[in-house]
């Protein structure tokens, strides 16, 4: 069971969108629609932005989407805000009552 | 609204356990909506599921872990603790503890997390 791939930052202007992808296997993200993205402040709790692909929790802004094609699934934060600087986690089922994580993205706003 | 507190020493020696204690507030833990989670962060690296635990008292591990770990319940306290034995600096993390709803496969709330540091 490896971690998810994720690139290690990203980075955009604000209003612009970044994209951060999430590489996985068919034993995980390609198998299951059961993507979610969390984003995490240091020394804060992780939040849930996005579960199973697509969908977003209530308080989530519409600026956060999920998508996902094959084995990859990918987080888009459109009309950037200084607040969405923070570290963003990927996570899938990935079989067996067991789940699996990104390495991580530390997003930075300019 | 349930929130979660994680708690328990942040120095243990290499081949001791380590022990962590989640208080749960806000809500039962005995009951069989939710499943409870431990998940971890070493320094600079990602995050790691490493366990869950159900009302039922029944458990998953992760794979790499499951000889050396524990997750139990104690539905008096409404706590759930995790156990890790002969542990080494590759243990050192910061310690969350999350929920997640039976039948999904997403995690919240989590707690803020508690460092947790293996030396000598």
């Known amino acids: 069971q490896s971690a998810l791939t994720q690139p290690r930052s990203v980075s955009g202007s604000p209003g612009q969108s970044v994209t951060i992808s999430c590489t996985g296997t068919s034993s995980d993200v390609g198998g299951y629609n059961y993507v979610s993205w969390y984003q995490h402040h240091p020394a804060k709790a992780p939040k849930l932005m996005i579960y199973d692909v697509t969908k977003r929790p209530s308080g989530v802004p519409d600026r956060f989407s999920g998508s996902k094609s094959g084995n990859t699934a990918s987080l888009t934060i459109s009309g950037l805000q200084a607040e969405d600087e923070a570290d963003y986690y990927c996570?899938?089922?990935?079989?067996?009552?067991?789940?699996?994580f990104g390495g991580g993205t530390k997003l930075t706003v300019l | 609204q349930v929130q979660l507190q994680e708690s328990g020493p942040g120095l243990v020696k290499p081949s001791q356990t380590l022990s962590l204690t989640c208080t749960v507030s806000?809500?039962?833990?005995?009951?069989?909506?939710?499943?409870w989670n431990w998940i971890r962060q070493p320094a600079g690296e990602g995050l790691e599921w490493i366990g869950r635990?159900?009302?039922?008292?029944?458990?998953n591990y992760h794979p790499s872990l499951k000889s050396r770990i524990t997750i139990s319940l104690d539905t008096s306290k409404n706590q759930f603790s995790l156990r890790l034995n002969s542990v080494t600096a590759a243990d050192t993390a910061v310690y969350y503890c999350a929920r997640r709803y039976s039948g999904t496969n997403w995690f919240d709330p989590w707690g803020p997390g508690t460092l947790v540091t293996v030396s000598s």
């Open positions: 635990i159900y009302s039922s008292g029944s458990t």
């Open positions: 996570c899938s089922y990935a079989g067996s009552y067991t789940w699996v």
């Open positions: 806000g809500g039962s833990i005995s009951s069989d909506t939710y499943h």
